[in-house]
RNA sequence: GCGGCUAUAGUUCAGUUGGUUAGAACGCCUGACUGUGGAUCAGGAGGUCGUCGGUUCAAGUCCGACUAGCCGCCCCA
């Protein structure tokens, strides 16, 4: 028989236990910081009708969208109505529109889905990827933009991370910055999407970029502006090399100052600068604080943004680890009548990404498939393992029973290549004894106990008389007892958990 | 979508100017060990050299296309 390709489709990738144990791990530390903000969950269809995505996204998102062909007699002619969702915002727009009241005066969302996209896929970047979404619809306010940004700072940091940047800017600040360096109004796209690679080609590669863009008159303000800007950066620097907190807050004051003169009194521009500030002065008592840093080249490519905009990167990563902004009109558009809304998504696949290189996983998630695992001594005693595990799972314990009475050796040195801590034998002269014995496989110790469970018959186990009962529960007490010492003896047995 | 690099055992990699039967380490399996994993020793299995085509008496090696991966560009979580 030919073998199919076993690969999964491009961009696309199976997870092996160890992988969805880190991704759920993350996932729950994300939705816990999430839920303590007080965002509710919300789940939407992996398809949407293809309207509902197309022209959300700008020029780029259209091809990028998954298209679904039209089945039957359509099939030939290469029509899609249907579409894979692109991101969890538009969606959340739609389910706005569609359910507007029954819902809360402000609808605060958390949404933890996969989307999709066509793209090349890269490091960090895969053609179907989980977003962890949270938005908060229905206010204006500043407020809102300062809980974002701070849930997503809480999130990596109970995640372990302690180095990340908070990337703010302003569409409305992007525009007045354009109108006053006099560009034309069909070129601020192009010359924002310039802009952006400030960090990535520098200076003088964005004026040449510019320039062919955009001319050079506009170009000449623009640039001078930012040659500006990064003077200001390096000035910090050299002032206050210790206190990175203050340099932080007086270049996001500077910044701001050279924002205010520059825009003027252009109308979008000047109510963006103070948004910002507005952002900065929210954000002072959270966890976001330190680490919001004002940058006025940050443009991110999703069109529906119409305030904030907010980036999160670390610097051992080219994209960003999450990102996200105002969207006031968006919401309009399904419903006729604009919501007020504003949205930050963490980039789940690219958290593991880093979360792996540096090892920030706890260890015991990479292999902790049980407990403990019971043997089989042979075809005779199948019942009394049996038993022994439904009585340590009756505990809460995380119980393999291996599944078949092979020779010791081979059982032993399964529990050993899967990593499990403990493993019990039921052997002939153990069940004479009455005895159980258990082994850490840590430390190589080994000792015995007794177990009066051994005594009784399977079937009477369930059922089995008081006095029985509490011998038992005795006897399984002295056994968890055993396995929580053992592990605090051997490092193994952090993995223990006995039921809560 | 564009440019560059890479593809040999389960994994990491050797493989000479093209030349008989493609190697190593680790891992895996079996045994030494008829009640015990990790250590040691002995043995064993495992490769249509990414795929297809071309050049040649002869291709893992040279050429082309395709596929997949990595790095840049574009874009993004």
Same mark, same amino acid.
């Given at each position: 028989?030919?073998?199919?390709?076993?690969?999964?489709?491009?961009?696309?990738?199976?997870?092996?236990?160890?992988?969805?144990?880190?991704?759920?791990?993350?996932?729950?530390?994300?939705?816990?910081?999430?839920?303590?903000?007080?965002?509710?969950?919300?789940?939407?269809?992996?398809?949407?009708?293809?309207?509902?995505?197309?022209?959300?996204?700008?020029?780029?998102?259209?091809? /990028?969208?998954?298209?679904?062909?039209?089945?039957?007699?359509?099939?030939?002619?290469?029509?899609?109505?249907?579409?894979?969702?692109?991101?969890?915002?538009?969606?959340?727009?739609?389910?706005?529109?569609?359910?507007?009241?029954?819902?809360?005066?402000?609808?605060?969302?958390?949404?933890?889905?996969?989307?999709?996209?066509?793209?090349?896929?890269?490091?960090?970047?895969?053609?179907?990827?989980?977003?962890?979404?949270?938005?908060?619809?229905?206010?204006?306010?500043?407020?809102?933009?300062?809980? /974002?940004?701070?849930?997503?700072?809480?999130?990596?940091?109970?995640?372990?991370?302690?180095?990340?940047?908070?990337?703010?800017?302003?569409?409305?600040?992007?525009?007045?910055?354009?109108?006053?360096?006099?560009?034309?109004?069909?070129?601020?796209?192009?010359?924002?999407?310039?802009?952006?690679?400030?960090?990535?080609?520098?200076?003088?590669?964005?004026?040449?970029? /510019?320039?062919?863009?955009?001319?050079?008159?506009?170009?000449?303000?623009?640039?001078?502006?930012?040659?500006?800007?990064?003077?200001?950066?390096?000035?910090?620097?050299?002032?206050?090399?210790?206190?990175?907190?203050?340099?932080?807050?007086?270049?996001?004051?500077?910044?701001?100052?050279?924002?205010?003169?520059?825009?003027?009194?252009?109308?979008?521009?000047?109510?963006?600068?103070?948004?910002?500030?507005?952002?900065?002065?929210?954000?002072?008592?959270?966890?976001?604080?330190?680490?919001?840093?004002?940058?006025?080249?940050?443009?991110?490519?999703?069109?529906?943004?119409?305030?904030?905009?907010?980036?999160?990167?670390?610097?051992?990563?080219?994209?960003?680890?999450?990102?996200?902004?105002?969207?006031?009109?968006?919401?309009?558009?399904?419903?006729?009548?604009?919501?007020?809304?504003?949205?930050?998504?963490?980039?789940?696949?690219?958290?593991?990404?880093?979360?792996?290189?540096?090892?920030?996983?706890?260890?015991?998630?990479?292999?902790?498939?049980?407990?403990?695992?019971?043997?089989?001594?042979?075809?005779?005693?199948?019942?009394?393992?049996?038993?022994?595990?439904?009585?340590?799972?009756?505990?809460?314990?995380?119980?393999?029973?291996?599944?078949?009475?092979?020779?010791?050796?081979?059982?032993?040195?399964?529990?050993?290549?899967?990593?499990?801590?403990?493993?019990?034998?039921?052997?002939?002269?153990?069940?004479?004894?009455?005895?159980?014995?258990?082994?850490?496989?840590?430390?190589?110790?080994?000792?015995?106990?007794?177990?009066?469970?051994?005594?009784?018959?399977?079937?009477?186990?369930?059922?089995?008389?008081?006095?029985?009962?509490?011998?038992?529960?005795?006897?399984?007490?002295?056994? /968890?007892?055993?396995?929580?010492?053992?592990?605090?003896?051997?490092?193994?047995?952090?993995?223990?958990?006995?039921?809560?």
């Amino acid at each position: 028989m030919p073998s199919a390709k076993t690969q999964p489709a491009r961009g696309m990738r199976d997870f092996l236990p160890v992988d969805v144990r880190k991704r759920e791990y993350v996932i729950g530390v994300i939705k816990s910081v999430y839920e303590r903000y007080g965002f509710e969950p919300l789940e939407t269809p992996a398809v949407e009708n293809i309207e509902t995505l197309m022209g959300k996204y700008g020029e780029e998102g259209n091809q /990028l969208i998954f298209k679904i062909l039209k089945r039957g007699e359509h099939e030939k002619t290469g029509e899609a109505d249907l579409a894979l969702r692109y991101d969890l915002t538009v969606p959340l727009a739609r389910v706005v529109g569609q359910y507007q009241n029954e819902l809360p005066k402000f609808f605060k969302r958390y949404q933890i889905q996969p989307v999709w996209r066509a793209d090349r896929p890269a490091r960090g970047r895969f053609r179907e990827f989980y977003q962890c979404d949270v938005d908060v619809l229905g206010s204006r306010s500043m407020v809102v933009e300062a809980e /974002l940004i701070a849930a997503a700072s809480d999130a990596l940091v109970a995640l372990g991370f302690n180095d990340f940047v908070i990337r703010v800017n302003h569409r409305q600040v992007l525009i007045g910055l354009g109108d006053r360096a006099g560009i034309r109004h069909d070129h601020i796209e192009p010359a924002l999407t310039t802009i952006d690679k400030l960090d990535k080609i520098g200076v003088e590669g964005v004026e040449k970029e /510019l320039s062919a863009r955009i001319g050079p008159t506009s170009t000449t303000k623009l640039v001078d502006f930012f040659r500006e800007l990064a003077s200001l950066d390096q000035a910090a620097d050299i002032a206050s090399e210790e206190a990175s907190a203050m340099k932080e807050k007086a270049l996001n004051a500077a910044i701001l100052g050279r924002l205010v003169e520059f825009v003027g009194d252009h109308e979008k521009g000047s109510r963006g600068v103070e948004d910002l500030r507005s952002i900065i002065e929210l954000s002072e008592g959270t966890s976001a604080a330190r680490r919001i840093r004002l940058d006025p080249s940050l443009a991110r490519g999703l069109s529906y943004y119409t305030g904030a905009i907010i980036e999160i990167n670390v610097s051992d990563l080219t994209g960003s680890l999450g990102g996200g902004g105002r969207y006031d009109n968006l919401v309009g558009m399904f419903l006729g009548k604009d919501v007020p809304a504003c949205g930050f998504s963490l980039g789940l696949e690219r958290i593991i990404v880093v979360m792996s290189e540096r090892e920030m996983f706890p260890p015991e998630l990479i292999s902790s498939p049980a407990d403990v695992m019971v043997t089989i001594w042979n075809e005779d005693s199948i019942a009394e393992s049996i038993a022994l595990a439904t009585e340590l799972r009756r505990e809460g314990l995380r119980v393999d029973l291996y599944p078949e009475a092979d020779k010791m050796g081979k059982q032993f040195k399964y529990a050993s290549s899967r990593g499990i801590p403990f493993v019990l034998i039921l052997g002939d002269d153990e069940r004479a004894h009455g005895e159980l014995a258990i082994k850490n496989m840590k430390s190589g110790e080994q000792i015995r106990l007794p177990f009066e469970l051994l005594k009784t018959s399977p079937q009477r186990n369930v059922q089995h008389a008081d006095d029985q009962t509490v011998k038992s529960k005795r006897n399984i007490e002295a056994l /968890l007892k055993w396995l929580r010492n053992g592990s605090k003896a051997g490092e193994a047995g952090d993995s223990i958990k006995p039921g809560a």
